[in-house]
């Protein structure tokens, strides 16, 4: 069953897409690192979750500073992961079970083994070399101070000085990231050129699209002025809010149109996408990707930000539809990715904000972890029944928590090092997941070896536990899944229900191709009663299934009594 050609322009529209981060999905050869070839072994389990697609995080060669956000060639496979052949034979397979395939694609930096890296060090300043990266002489009498004051999103400068041929301190080159992770120039006519052919390279091995790494940071505004992220706090998130120098400026949606040129040229028509990965507020400024020229989506971090909170929520979903609505844009919800504390574990913090990029340790206080699954449970039934298309991380699908006591020796995310073990970073989203309980290392290979330590909580949790058993999580995103087409959710139109009077409920009314649906989130304490003449179809309460009333920290979907689920004849 490949994809359907004659949905083919409209399918990432509603699209629930699935991703897969390599290194910890299946590890095929028994190295404690996930593989390419692990991954198309498990294929199935994703096409039988009911998913459209996948985006696998990156694969490439890579030193691994930054597990793989740092390439050094775009146009190979690290050998980690497998090889050339290995990343065709799992978009076969993928196409072949009825599921895209997007690629992420890295344009902000590349990494310090790049062959244009290495060539810049070797050059003098002001060579054609340096020229494709951003290095600058330093500020002071000998140049011993960074070029402007930005920071590394992982803490510390985000400039690097080198040493020169002479072995003399020389000039700093730009890093949003890691000191791994130059940032490209891409004033530089030869950046531009490399990334369209890169584009290229993976279009014709079949993928059906890219997210694109940090989309919004590739131009830096002109001058690189100092920029204070403190003051510009006091109006984050607002219409008038200043833009920072090295994020969202203007001239960045140029490069996506030239970009969109290039994926439009291939067939079918239309149907490979551009998502974008940009942390940008407010949801206007984001909404510029996705105008009709550009990014197909982008995904809305804003929904992901949001706290347990029924106003929290609603605003979040409110703010990010009226703002696509005005480009003519779907909405991308998204919960929980390889950056963000896991949301089974986010939604049992006080201010699940606060976690993102930023983890949870050992001597954090430890979330109750029974709650957070509870509400990680309905706000992924919440989110799969907005219109629009959804994110998936992999392993949310079984519930997987955070992993919050990893020991300090295991870490791995360049956060934990920038920082000086000040803030623990992203190592805890990123565990291998559980695929059989009683298999080492959970099933994730034969040979028990994993890159980062498991939780022992992860035994039951394995989809093995899980598969067939009623009221647990993978069937309930089974079950979801399979009622979000049927019911056509993805498309359609919301609008609030204020009917039920409390303040503590979301309650939406989703009109879609199918009908209409009810969907009721309850963030209260009591449990509050679906209304008279609707049936419920899915409930996220283990404890009460389909009831008539909606507990504490549940989401229900209900249809009118007198229609099948299928929007068919009544039952
Ligand atoms: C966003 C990626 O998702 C993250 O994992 C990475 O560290 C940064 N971009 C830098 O590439």
New binding site residues.
């Given amino acids: 069953m490949t994809p359907d050609p004659s949905t083919a322009a409209a399918w990432w529209r509603d699209a629930v897409i699935y991703q897969i981060y390599p290194r910890s999905f299946a590890d095929a050869n028994g190295d404690g690192v996930g593989d390419l070839p692990g991954v198309t072994a498990r294929l199935e389990h994703v096409a039988a979750l009911g998913v459209d697609a996948i985006w696998l995080s990156p694969f490439y060669r890579s030193p691994m500073a ?2 793989g ?1 740092d390439v050094a060639d775009y146009r190979e496979v690290d050998p980690v992961f497998g090889d050339l052949g290995d990343a065709e034979r799992l978009v076969a397979r993928a196409h072949d079970l009825g599921l895209r395939v997007l690629v992420d694609l ?1 344009p ?2 590349t990494s310090d083994e790049h062959a244009w890296f290495r060539a810049a060090l070797a050059a003098s300043p002001l060579s054609p070399e340096r020229e494709r990266y951003v290095f600058r002489d330093g500020r002071g009498p000998r140049g011993e101070e960074p070029p402007n004051n930005w920071s590394s ?1 992982f803490g510390g400068p985000a400039w690097t000085r080198v040493n020169e041929a002479d072995h003399t301190p020389g000039q700093w080159y730009l890093h949003l ?1 890691d000191s791994r ?1 130059p940032d490209l120039n891409w004033q530089h006519p030869q950046v531009r050129a490399e990334f369209l052919d890169i584009l290229r390279f993976w279009l014709d091995r079949g993928v059906d699209g890219f997210r694109v ?2 989309a919004n940071a590739l131009v830096k505004q002109e001058g690189l002025p100092d920029w204070d992220p403190i003051a510009a706090l006091e109006k984050f998130g607002a219409e008038d809010a200043p833009v920072p120098p090295m994020w969202d400026q203007d001239e960045v949606h140029e490069i996506y149109r030239t970009w969109r040129d290039v994926v439009d040229s291939y067939d079918p028509a239309g149907s490979r996408i551009l998502v974008a ?1 940009a942390w940008v507020e407010p949801p206007t400024r984001l909404a510029r990707y996705v105008r009709g020229d550009e990014m197909h989506q982008a995904f809305n971090f804003n929904y992901l930000g949001a706290s347990w909170e029924a106003d929290s929520l609603r605003q979040a979903v409110e703010r990010s539809i009226t703002a696509n609505h005005a480009v003519g844009a779907p909405t991308t919800w998204v919960l929980s ?3 963000v504390v896991r949301h089974a574990t986010r939604f049992a913090t006080a201010r699940p904000g606060d976690h993102i990029g930023i983890g949870i340790g050992p001597r954090d206080p430890q979330p109750d972890a029974t709650l957070g699954l509870r509400r990680a449970r309905a706000a992924s039934a919440l989110m799969l029944a907005l219109p629009g298309s959804a994110y998936l991380y992999q392993g949310e699908e079984l519930g997987l928590p955070e992993h919050t006591t990893l020991p300090d020796e295991a870490r791995q995310d360049p956060t934990w090092f920038r920082t000086d073990g000040g803030l623990v970073g ?1 190592d805890g989203c990123r565990v291998p997941i559980p695929w059989h309980a009683d298999a080492p290392a959970f099933g994730f290979n034969t040979t028990g070896a994993t890159w980062l330590p498991q939780p022992p909580s992860y035994g039951e949790l394995a989809a093995d536990r899980q598969a067939g058993v009623a009221g647990s999580t993978l069937e309930l995103y089974r079950a979801a899944l399979r009622l979000r087409r049927e019911l056509a959710l993805g498309l359609g139109e919301l609008t609030w229900d204020t009917t039920l009077g409390n303040e503590r409920v979301v309650a939406l009314r989703r009109t879609t191709p199918a009908g209409e649906i009810l969907v009721l989130t309850n963030l209260g304490d009591q449990p509050v009663p679906v209304p008279k003449g609707m049936r419920v179809v899915l409930s996220t309460d283990d404890q009460l299934p389909a009831g008539p009333a909606v507990g504490a920290d549940v989401t229900v979907w209900a249809i009118p009594d007198s229609r099948s689920p299928a929007g068919g004849p009544p039952t």
Avoid: K, L, T
């Fill in positions: 930054d597990a956000y890295v902000n930096h999103m990231f992770q790494d940090v990965e990715n390889h950056d992203r």
